[in-house]
């Protein structure tokens, strides 16, 4: 399959010109996508799984990426890379709604979304940083910035994950910075963001400002955070406790193309792979350092699935369509009606 270049020309027109320039530089992916490998049994199209359409979203460009699930009343949250607009999904209907408009806060894309266990909405803005919502009325309650100015490096603030004491932990996909926010932090409700973790040196050789760190998640002790690089395909542990960094050791297949990830409290991680319309499900070792592919669905009703949230019985896969003139190939195809898929047997 040919080199997709990952280019955000869905972005606004306003976005600052060395963002924009370094982007359509840097932001394509260092392999040619390949099919995650899988026993044998697993490469055929969906298999026994099951993929429908949990609910639409409205709106001809779109795109969407990040998705997440309030565990508290199950209501989905769908954020639109191209301008930012975050929608909400209500338990039951067919079709989401607008919940924050585009533009809110001057944001400009929607990329990581996550809710936490007092009911706020964390959402990123690539071009940014993140920002907090009450989802009972969609107030934002803080809002951090990566550090900027003249002669600051570019940036791409990509995904969060949430640990069990509050702490928010972003991934800097240009930087291969992650960044973090603490329950102190959230309450004074603004500053900078605090670099916290920087896997440069860990990560394999890339181009000056090439793509890096995409998906992140911890595991429920708070012990760990795990963070994909999605050109290279390699998945990396981050201790927190001491900051060391490793490479997770990956039996059965590899994570190339891998966007969006969750991790089940047993251990289950489940990855969506963007370009190659896969979803994956590994078993993660113990202590984070290994982890064993167990299943792969391969299949193009998916359409450029970019991130992914699990709630018993049913995996939700964001459909980005990123491929429909879109970021990735930007000019080029024309998008049908937006959805969410609803996955049983992932």
Do not use: M, Q, R, Y
């Given at each position: 399959m040919k080199t997709k270049s990952f280019l955000p020309a869905a972005l606004p027109a306003a976005l600052p010109a060395a963002l924009t320039a370094a982007l359509a530089v840097t932001l394509t992916l260092?392999?040619?996508p390949a099919r995650a490998q899988a026993p044998a049994e697993s490469r055929t199209p969906a298999g026994d799984a099951r993929i429908s359409t949990a609910f639409a979203i409205p709106g001809g460009k779109v795109y969407p990426e990040g998705i997440a699930t309030d565990p508290r009343t199950h209501t989905v949250y769908v954020g639109s890379y191209a301008d930012g607009t975050v929608y909400r999904a209500r338990p039951g209907r067919s079709e989401a709604e607008v919940f924050l408009p585009s533009g809110t806060d001057g944001r400009r894309?929607?990329?990581?979304?996550r809710v936490d266990a007092r009911g706020r909405l964390w959402v990123t803005d690539s071009t940014t940083g993140v920002a907090v919502y009450d989802t009972a009325d969609g107030s934002r309650l803080a809002h951090f910035e990566v550090a900027g100015g003249t002669g600051a490096p570019a940036h791409f603030i990509n995904d969060l994950t949430l640990t069990p004491d509050g702490t928010a932990y972003l991934t800097d996909s240009i930087r291969g910075m992650i960044y973090r926010v603490t329950p102190e932090q959230l309450a004074i409700g603004s500053g900078v963001l605090t670099e916290a973790y920087d896997l440069t040196p860990a990560l394999r050789p890339r181009p000056a400002?090439?793509?890096?760190?995409?998906?992140?998640v911890s595991d429920r002790k708070g012990r760990y955070l795990l963070t994909v690089d999605m050109p290279e395909g390699d998945l990396y542990r981050v201790d927190l406790r001491t900051g060391a960094v490793r490479r997770v050791a990956l039996s059965g297949g590899d994570m190339k193309a891998a966007d969006g990830l969750h991790l089940s409290p047993d251990g289950t991680l489940r990855v969506a792979h963007n370009t190659t319309n896969t979803l994956t499900r590994w078993q993660v070792g113990a202590d984070g350092s290994r982890a064993r592919l167990t299943r792969a669905i391969t299949d193009p009703s998916l359409q450029i699935p970019t991130t992914l949230t699990h709630t018993p019985g049913r995996t939700l896969v964001v459909r980005s369509q990123f491929d429909k003139g879109g970021p990735m190939?930007?000019?080029s195809g024309t998008p049908t009606t937006?959805?969410?898929a609803a996955v049983r047997g992932l």
């Open positions: 260092g392999v040619a894309t929607a990329n990581g979304l400002g090439g793509f890096s760190l995409n998906g992140i190939t930007p000019g937006f959805t969410v």
